[in-house]
């Protein structure tokens, strides 16, 4: 059974510090997507990371892929109130030609303090 | 320009009183996508389309069901909704030409049953 686990549940950081939100996964896959929810909204897609050692940034926010060790991170770069939200990775299931699933994480719930 | 659309946006319905959410696509992809999503946890892949070809995972309820008549359009069906079935609702869409993409989700519906 595939497991994506994500870690910290809940980040409350100061703004202007710099974290980290991992994920991990069970199942071999070399595609790691990141999809970030705000309150009551619907999933916005950030990053979808394609190879093994596969790095994309975005303003303050810098995903990677590490496909070896199953891991996918989430840096954020001193992190300003707006980023404020809750980070889903999804590992997708059964790859073919066609449709694929994705499984997501419990996602990351951060809240940034000014 | 919207590209994923649900309607309606909030929808409150009586215990056991079947309901349809809506969900529309100007994106013109072959893949439409059923997720559910309650309070506080991760989306849960409910069902897909990958044309007509109907996809249902193995442990969503038989009270859910789906239609697609054509490319654009794509229908939930709750046939006697419980309060367990209180929860977001998410369309979402994606090329069948492999998962180098994403998938592009629509604003939701929040069902609410009483």
């Known amino acids: 059974e595939l497991k994506v686990e994500q870690n910290p549940l809940f980040l409350s950081m100061q703004e202007g510090k710099n974290y980290t939100i991992y994920c991990n996964y069970s199942?071999?896959?070399?595609?790691l997507y990141w999809y970030r929810q705000d309150p009551g909204k619907s999933l916005e897609s950030l990053f979808v990371l394609l190879s093994n050692g596969a790095v994309k940034q975005e303003g303050r926010l810098m995903a990677s892929l590490d496909t070896k060790a199953r891991l996918s991170t989430l840096h954020i770069t001193a992190a300003v109130h707006d980023l404020s939200a809750t980070y889903f990775c999804?590992?997708?299931?059964?790859?073919?030609?066609?449709?694929?699933?994705?499984?997501f994480g419990k996602g990351t719930k951060l809240s940034v303090i000014p | 320009d919207a590209m994923v659309i649900q309607n309606p946006r909030y929808q409150v319905t009586q215990f056991g009183k079947p309901v349809t959410l809506s969900c529309s696509q100007t994106?013109?992809?072959?893949?439409m996508y059923w997720y559910q999503q309650k309070s506080s946890q991760a989306p849960k892949l409910l069902f897909h389309?990958?044309?007509?070809?109907?996809?249902n995972e193995a442990d969503t309820p038989d009270n859910f069901q789906s239609r697609r008549p054509n490319t654009s359009f794509c229908f939930l069906d709750i046939r006697s909704p419980g309060l367990g079935d209180a929860a977001m609702y998410l369309c979402?869409?994606?090329?069948?030409?492999?998962?180098?993409?994403?998938?592009?989700f629509g604003p939701g519906t929040r069902l609410t049953v009483l």
């Open positions: 389309y990958y044309d007509k070809d109907f996809n």
């Open positions: 199942t071999t896959s070399d595609r």
């Open positions: 979402a869409t994606s090329r069948a030409s492999g998962y180098t993409d994403t998938q592009y």
């Open positions: 994106l013109n992809h072959n893949v």
């Open positions: 999804a590992h997708p299931r059964r790859p073919g030609a066609g449709s694929y699933q994705l499984t």
